[in-house]
């Protein structure tokens, strides 16, 4: 061994030795861990009894306590188990193992919860675990008996730790107390350029009608916890028997209702309109949330407003179906069936309506329009009401055909406020709702159902018969879950995750109400008054702004009076139309693929064709052709040209065929590009898009109070509804025949470069 390797050795190993006396010159002694597992420990404690009171709290003392008890008991264990585990690794002391996983488990579990933003959850509560276990370790250690004997190195760290840890969590405790920041609202591409608006002619829908309006309930009579459904009641019911659509109800769950699946209670609380009838029948239902915090008297501001204009509404009362962590056992046993079940005791209630509307005795006697029904469901309930409009059809329950169906109620009008979709599918298959009049209301910044899944229910709504019936979506820029009912409010979830989430950016609860006001109220009006006038209202939202808050909307639109060209659902070819015998074909597209829109979390069901195009890369002007089948579609001097279309958000030029995401905030505004008809003698007519409207970016919502808490899209893919009437066409080009549309054509003339995605082309008549 040369003297250059010996120098080399003795100097590693001198290294070494300093490092290792480094090393215990700032190890943490055990009084400062004690310190940590204390720190930690309270932090950890202090967690779980804010989300134990924010679950249990609305629940009566007695089960408050005892589920308190059992959730902090839940993660102890939990975490004491996988300390036990852990622990034959040498490293970190035990106990304060114990306290990190007990902590993980219950971020887990928070995070599993707020699943719009988990990646802020756990790191805001591993952020608290941390500051929490340097205080307490700095405490302990300046605070101790060999504070003197300490070295000057572990007397700068403890310092250093009990400052950072205390700026830390006061800092922390500031933002994460502090409400957010007020929305931005990026210009409204609606209403931009020179569009002409007509407003309606008719009255607000939101105002209240002619009709005194009186109140009354009817339920079990021996309600332990709802009077108004015990003693209280008015009318009685009799309790129907759901256990065979139901499982897992726990013994609990009776205990503290006083009954099981076997003899679930009809309650409902009635808003009708003093006069002769008969009126037609709207029953509303909400959706999950706690049991111990009733949820149908929040909507009372509709159905008071409904029966002043001559509807009798009922809030139905299905709260013992709701979620209850202490009653599930910390959501062990929790309940299996009950979106089905749902929706089958919507009909149990419009069976005892029925039999009250052919009871002479009875106060609603011939009171009741049954072929006049609407259903109104939010959250949970929103689904419910499709599963209850399609069980009305069908003479079995699609999953047991031991229970026989005898329904055939005359349900016209179905509307989803802010709906969760397939958390229950009949015979494991979508549901399909077939003439029936639809609406589903959702809100850009809803933190629980947070990507438009009410998107796909529309979608899967189709008009065969020859009645008029619509079907129509409205997606509300800065509108969440809960605002729709006054008793959820502004938290959608419960705390501590809502700490996490940005409240300021939300509009007023009572705007936001009053939205569902004017959409819900026009809608019953125009479906089950047939006061046709509110129907334009959601062929074009803009004709009602006078009477809604100033934000940004995004509708969908389309009726039995309409023929579609092209839905995009028939097969793989990308050059084939719906209907048979047309072709499609394209010209310098950048992009050009079939698929679903892109959503926040899953797709939203319904196929659409992406198209892209860049004038700077290709030197070229792109362009859409969809040719029409001969004969098979019939038009007139007043048909109407419809099509949806939403921006893409992404890069229209991608690399190596793939795409590359979204495109930078900056590059992005709103769209415009020319639409042309051609007729079959080759005349040519073409207005721009912004001839009805420009085409909107996408709404941009980011839920948490900073960016990277969520992994998920800001925004998605949302469809807006376009229409040009051939008769401006004709204008434009008075050699244009209108009644023999061959061609129609898209091309990207008006903007640079962008992706759009297109769905439904046809005509209206």
């Known amino acids: 061994m040369n003297s250059r390797t010996k120098r080399t050795l003795r100097l590693t190993r001198r290294v070494c030795v300093w490092l290792r006396r480094a090393g215990r010159a700032v190890a943490p002694g055990p009084r400062a861990w004690r ?64 306290v990190l996983f007990s902590t993980l488990l219950a971020l887990a579990n928070m995070a599993l919860a707020a699943l719009s933003v988990p990646v802020g959850v756990v790191t805001v509560g591993l952020g608290a675990l941390v500051m929490a276990s340097l205080v307490g370790a700095s405490v302990a250690v300046v605070a101790g008996g060999n504070w003197r004997e300490a070295t000057a190195a572990q007397r700068a760290i403890a310092l250093g730790g009990l400052v950072l840890g205390l700026t830390g969590l006061l800092g922390g405790g500031a933002w994460l107390l502090d409400a957010g920041s007020g929305l931005t609202y990026p210009p409204s591409a609606a209403t931009q350029g020179d569009v002409r608006i007509d407003p309606l002619n008719v009255t607000n829908p939101a105002e209240p009608g002619p009709y005194a309006v009186r109140t009354l309930f009817y339920g079990s009579g021996d309600d332990r916890h709802r009077p108004e459904y015990g003693g209280g009641a008015d009318l009685l019911t009799r309790p129907v028997d759901g256990s065979p659509l139901i499982e897992r109800w726990s013994g609990l769950r009776t205990v503290y209702w006083g009954f099981g699946p076997e003899a679930l209670p009809l309650n409902g609380r009635v808003w009708y309109p003093e006069g002769e009838g008969p009126f037609p029948l709207v029953l509303i239902l909400h959706g999950q949330h706690p049991m111990h ?39 062990f ?32 006697y011939q009171q009741v329009d049954l072929d006049n029904i609407g259903l109104i469901g939010h959250s949970r309930g929103g689904q419910a009401v499709a599963v209850a409009a399609a069980f009305n059809e069908v003479p079995y329950y699609p999953d047991d055909a031991s229970v026989g169906f005898d329904y055939d109620f005359g349900i016209r009008s179905v509307i989803a406020i802010a709906p969760v979709d397939g958390a229950y599918r009949p015979a494991k298959q979508d549901i399909v709702l077939e003439d029936v009049n639809y609406l589903v209301l959702h809100g850009a910044h809803d933190m629980d159902v947070f990507t438009f899944q009410g998107d796909r229910q529309y979608s899967r709504t189709y008009f065969g018969g020859g009645d008029e019936r619509f079907k129509a979506a409205v997606y509300i820029y800065g509108a969440n879950h809960g605002q729709f009912n006054t008793s959820w409010g502004r938290k959608d979830l419960f705390e501590p995750v809502m700490r996490v989430f940005n409240l300021e950016q939300l509009m007023p609860g009572e705007e936001q109400r009053q939205i569902a006001k004017v959409t819900i109220s026009a809608f019953l009006e125009a479906t089950l008054h047939r006061e046709t006038g509110y129907r334009a209202l959601f062929q074009d939202l803009r004709r009602g702004l006078a009477w809604l808050p100033d934000t940004i909307y995004l509708h969908q639109y389309q009726d039995s009076a309409t023929r579609l060209a092209t839905t995009y659902e028939e097969d793989v070819d990308l050059t084939s139309t719906t209907l048979p015998g047309g072709r499609i074909a394209s010209k310098n597209l950048t992009v050009w693929r079939e698929q679903p829109a892109t959503s926040k979390w899953e797709d939203l069901g319904d196929q659409t064709v992406y198209l892209g195009w860049d004038v700077e890369a290709t030197n070229s002007t792109a362009r859409y052709e969809i040719r029409l089948p001969k004969g098979d579609l019939t038009t007139t001097e007043g048909s109407v040209l419809v099509f949806s279309l939403a921006d893409g958000n992404e890069d229209p030029t991608p690399e190596d065929g793939e795409v590359r995401g979204e495109m930078a905030p900056d590059a992005r505004g709103p769209i ?51 229409e040009f009437p051939l ?34 082309v046809g005509f209206r008549n």
């Open 727 to 760: 008769a401006d066409f004709a204008a434009v080009n008075p050699a244009f025949d209108s009644t023999d549309v061959a061609e129609i054509r898209l091309i990207f003339d008006r903007t640079e470069a962008g992706v759009v995605v297109l769905d439904n």
């Open 672 to 722: 415009d590009l020319t639409v042309e008809v051609v007729d079959g003698g080759g005349e040519i007519a073409r207005l721009p898009l912004s001839h009805f409207s420009f085409l909107p970016p996408q709404l941009k919502a980011q839920l948490g109070k900073a960016g990277f808490m969520s992994p998920f899209p800001t925004s998605e893919a949302i469809l807006n509804h376009f």
């Open 35 to 98: 310190g940590a597992i204390w720190g930690g420990l309270i932090a950890l404690t202090m967690l779980l009894l804010v989300a134990a009171h924010g679950l249990f709290g609305p629940a009566p003392t007695a089960w408050f306590l005892i589920g308190t008890a059992l959730f902090l008991a839940a993660f102890a264990v939990a975490g004491g188990l996988l300390t036990l585990v852990w622990s034959i690794l040498k490293g970190l002391p035990t106990p304060y193992l114990w």
């Open 333 to 364: 046993q929790s309940l299996i069936g009950t979106d089905d079940l749902r929706g089958w005791l919507l009909l149990e209630h419009l069976q005892v309506w029925r039999d009250w509307d052919s009871t002479p005795s009875h106060p609603f």
């Open 293 to 331: 915090e009733a949820s149908d008297p929040g909507y009372a501001y509709l159905a008071e407003l409904l029966a002043s204009r001559g509807f009798i509404a009922v809030s139905v009362d299905e709260n013992f179906l709701n979620l209850s962590p202490l009653v599930d056992l910390l959501m």
